[in-house]
């Protein structure tokens, strides 16, 4: 299983674009690159996910560099609302359950 | 998107008991549930992954014993607490896939107080 490291935890305002880094070096030619999100006592929510170059969908974009060593997501114009723990997962098609890392907990300050 | 129902939302219940906890899946049939906990502060566990009509797959140190779970139909699985325990308290996650390399939907959660 590739193993992903982010930061513990970051820091924001409202309005600003946030951008969260995860790196994931031994990822694997046919794993895929997803993001959750978790808000306390309730379960993840699915974001956004992607294999190479980038992603967008109407709440976020992925952005993959050719090597695929690494993924940022990236948060436009956050609001306090955002403020949750966010998980980068590296999806091994062969097996289907999701192992999450520690996650970035995220604070958007007003 | 696809909505998967977890009941109950919260529980308490005295140690010794034993109790349930449901996972639906309203608009798409389940192939495969999983089930994770979630202490205060940490990341979710992946404890087992049940395939519809078929045992569970439990992860190293989950006792297949104390968690049974069953998936009987392709939209309900089930985890049941057996005898629990003060340290069995945890916030369980059920997730459910349709199809292999769709993504994962995640229930609400069922927060486990035992007494």
């Known amino acids: 299983l590739a193993k992903t490291t982010q930061p513990i935890s970051m820091d924001s305002y409202e309005g600003q674009e946030v951008n969260i880094t995860c790196s994931h070096n031994?990822?694997?030619?046919?794993?895929?690159i997803t993001w959750y999100q978790q808000f306390p006592s309730q379960g993840p929510r699915f974001i956004i996910q992607?294999?190479?170059t980038k992603v967008t969908n109407e709440v976020a974009s992925l952005f993959i560099p050719a090597d695929r060593k690494s993924s940022t997501l990236s948060l436009p114009r956050v609001s306090l609302s955002d403020t949750a723990v966010y998980y980068c997962?590296?999806?091994?098609?062969?097996?289907?359950?999701?192992?999450f890392g520690s996650g970035t907990r995220l604070q958007v300050q007003p | 998107g696809a909505v998967v129902s977890q009941h109950p939302s919260w529980v308490i219940c005295k140690s010794g008991t034993s109790v349930k906890i449901e996972c639906r899946s309203l608009?798409?049939?389940?192939?495969?549930m999983f089930w994770y906990r979630q202490f205060p502060k940490q990341s979710l566990m992946l404890m087992a992954t049940?395939?519809?009509?078929?045992?569970?797959?439990?992860e190293q140190g989950v006792e297949k014993d104390k968690f049974l779970i069953n998936h009987a139909s392709l939209t309900l699985s089930t985890l049941t607490v057996t005898s629990a325990h003060p340290e069995d308290s945890s916030f369980y996650i059920c997730?459910?896939?349709?199809?292999?390399?769709?993504?994962?939907?995640f229930g609400s959660g069922t927060q486990l107080s035992v007494l």
């Open positions: 992607g294999y190479k």
């Open positions: 997730s459910a896939q349709g199809q292999p390399n769709e993504k994962l939907f």
């Open positions: 997962l590296v999806v091994d098609t062969g097996r289907r359950a999701l192992t």
């Open positions: 049940s395939n519809e009509g078929s045992k569970a797959t439990y």
């Open positions: 031994n990822i694997a030619t046919n794993d895929y």
């Open positions: 608009d798409f049939q389940a192939t495969t």
